[in-house]
Structures are given as C-alpha cells and as structure tokens.
C-alpha cells in the first residue's frame, strides 16, 4: 500500500536560515513556502533529485515542532511515505497493533491528507501521506 518515500521533514529553529543554506549554498531546488495550520508549522519545501525535503519550523510554543526541539534540536524529525488509499493502509496497520498519533487522516500541506505513526510503533515518528479529497 506504500508506493514510496513522499518526503523528510527536519525541524529548524530558523526556516530563514534553512533556506539560504540549501537554496543559495546548496542549490536545492525550492518547490514552496506554506504555514500547515493544523501542525503549527511553516515548511519551506525542497526537491532534491527526485527527492522532497521539507524544513519546519514551529509556529507556535505548543506546536510539535517545537517540542521536538526543545528535546532534540535541529534534525530529522519524521520521514513520509506516500500511499493512494491512506484510510485503507490505517485500517491494516491499526489491525497489527500499531500505535497511531493521529486515529483518522487530518489535513496536511498542499492539499493532502495525513495521519502520523506514534514512533513507539516504527522507530523514527512515520507520516502517512495521501492525496486530498
């Protein structure tokens, strides 16, 4: 049901920062820049051959991005696996015993759905992307 890796998500302190680096330095191509209300995030998002990379940065104190920082720092903080039919793969997954952030799939950046894998149940914290209704 996973057709492939949609994106990795880094929390940064600075999503300014963030950019010059990758944009000016590196030169990664920027795809956007959007506020995800529904995480309390700003993402700058890049395409790295082929490859999404999605820098956030928190919006608010009590945004998850912000918690992670305050106990991590800068990093990786979740990698997105695209799927064309999230409601099924939740139904499976939540029938093997896995521990679920979000139980129903919310709203997520451009125009998708999302729902989030406790990392207790996959290791690294598990987003599962699909195409919005």
Same mark, same amino acid.
């Given at each position: 049901m996973i057709k492939k890796i949609d994106h990795i998500g880094v929390?940064?302190?600075?999503?300014d920062k963030a950019i010059e680096i990758y944009n000016n330095v590196f030169g990664f191509e920027l795809l956007e820049i959007?506020? *995800?209300?529904?995480?309390?995030?700003?993402?700058? %998002?890049f395409n790295v051959g082929g490859v999404h990379i999605e820098f956030l940065q928190?919006?608010?104190?009590?945004?998850?991005?912000?918690r992670f920082l305050e106990n991590k720092g800068e990093g990786i903080h979740h990698i997105a696996y695209y799927t064309d039919d999230i409601?099924?793969?939740?139904?499976?997954?939540?029938?093997?015993? *896995?521990?679920?952030?979000?139980?129903e799939p919310? %709203?997520?950046?451009?125009?998708?759905i999302i729902a989030f894998v406790h990392p207790k149940s996959s290791i690294i914290?598990?987003?599962l992307v699909s195409k919005g209704e």
């Amino acid at each position: 049901m996973i057709k492939k890796i949609d994106h990795i998500g880094v929390a940064v302190k600075d999503l300014d920062k963030a950019i010059e680096i990758y944009n000016n330095v590196f030169g990664f191509e920027l795809l956007e820049i959007e506020e *995800v209300p529904s995480q309390k995030v700003k993402v700058a %998002k890049f395409n790295v051959g082929g490859v999404h990379i999605e820098f956030l940065q928190p919006l608010a104190e009590d945004s998850p991005i912000s918690r992670f920082l305050e106990n991590k720092g800068e990093g990786i903080h979740h990698i997105a696996y695209y799927t064309d039919d999230i409601k099924g793969l939740l139904d499976d997954i939540r029938g093997k015993g *896995v521990k679920m952030i979000n139980e129903e799939p919310i %709203k997520g950046s451009s125009g998708t759905i999302i729902a989030f894998v406790h990392p207790k149940s996959s290791i690294i914290l598990t987003e599962l992307v699909s195409k919005g209704e």
